[in-house]
């Protein structure tokens, strides 16, 4: 029998009440771990580093910015922390979930170090070599501004926003992901450009900010639409687009880039998907994001290859391969917004699958006791499976949607 996403869902609407009362209950115990787990990790960072003090950030006599570091993963041959440079995409996830945890537990410490961390970040708001300052900056400062309820970021992030912007091409009416801005052989875009419109659109709205980002976050969300998936809904990861006179705007080559092949979907690029176009329809009201929104999910909820406890493997065409604990959690946080922007009895079945992903992300399959995971949260987080880099290791940004996805859940009740 060959289920269809919709008898998925109803399936899931059935059981929603028993996991989301226990995920509701857990959420305390959750936490107080992932504050125990994040305390752990700010120590083994601190004395190697020193965040929030520039001279004292830069050990070694190294360069002042350009060597300043930030914890990433764990090396679990050495045991040692993984600290990147501050100029890595993933370097506003640590810092931002120091302010989830803030957030979840009210405790001056993780204000105090998600201050110090963010702070370190503030030269990438200059960068616009790549697409990634949107999740750099913004979950970092733009948690800070959210929950300090201050202005003294926002200059800092519009011109952050700024940056990106020059990325932004009008002929394609695309943001280029990858490469140099002047590159005139490739033009690169993936779906994780879906989440970097999110500083776009509030930039757009914020004091000395332009709506002129928000036309070009509605452009690239368009066109990305058009061109970045299948009928079914299912996602390419790397598009290059043609640029010559004649031709621009026309996709000449798809890549597999972090997935499986050109035929398959990569999972964190679905959910990232998921979350981008979710967010799309939050900041602009504009029904076809929501609608598509919800196509992507259905795709990845009632794929065949969809595990039972909701964690996908790392390419929903790589079944019985590695899960992807990052993948899980960004979706998560995804279903957990677009059901409340859904609503009803489709809302309902959303938020119930990601009650069941949490719940599973939760357990000692996925959540990690004392050091055995270098004290990140999540195991099994897969980053870049074809190149065999970061394959079953936690992954910060893992971490950060995971906290993000329990709050999002505590806020939007039941
Ligand atoms: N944005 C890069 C990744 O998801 O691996």
Known sequence: MKYTALMMLALFAATATAAEDVLIARMPEIFAKAAEHYRALDAAATPLKGAGDAKEAV????????????????????????????????????????????????????????TAWTETLAPNSKVTDNHDVGFIMYCSYGNARRLLKTDKYDALLVETADSLSKRFNPELGLIRSWGALNEKREFLVIPDNMMNLELLEWAAKAKGGDRRFDE?????????????????GGVFHVLNYDQRPGFVGVVQEIRRGQGRSCETAWSRGQ??????????????????????????????????????????????????????SSAGAVMASALVELARLVGGKKGAAYRAFAAKQLLALSSPAYFSEGDENGHWLLKHGVGHKPANSEVDVPLDYGDYYFLEALLRYRESGR
């Open 216 to 232: 070009i976050a509605r452009s690239h969300a368009d066109t990305t639409m058009k061109h970045h998936f299948r009928p079914d």
């Open 59 to 114: 050990p070694h006599g190294a360069k002042p910015h350009g060597d300043r570091r930030v914890p990433h993963g764990w090396n679990a041959k050495t045991g040692k922390l993984d600290m990147r440079s501050i100029y890595w995409w993933t370097s506003g996830h640590f810092p931002g979930s120091l302010w989830y945890l803030y957030e979840a537990t009210g405790d001056e410490f993780f204000k105090d170090r998600a």
């Open 271 to 324: 959910s990232w998907a998921i979350y981008g176009y979710s967010m799309m329809f939050r900041e602009t009201g504009e029904r076809r994001y929501l609608d598509f929104a919800a196509k992507l999910a259905d795709y990845a909820i009632g794929h065949p290859n969809m595990p039972a406890d909701g964690i996908p493997y790392w390419d929903f065409g790589a079944p019985g391969e590695e899960r992807d």
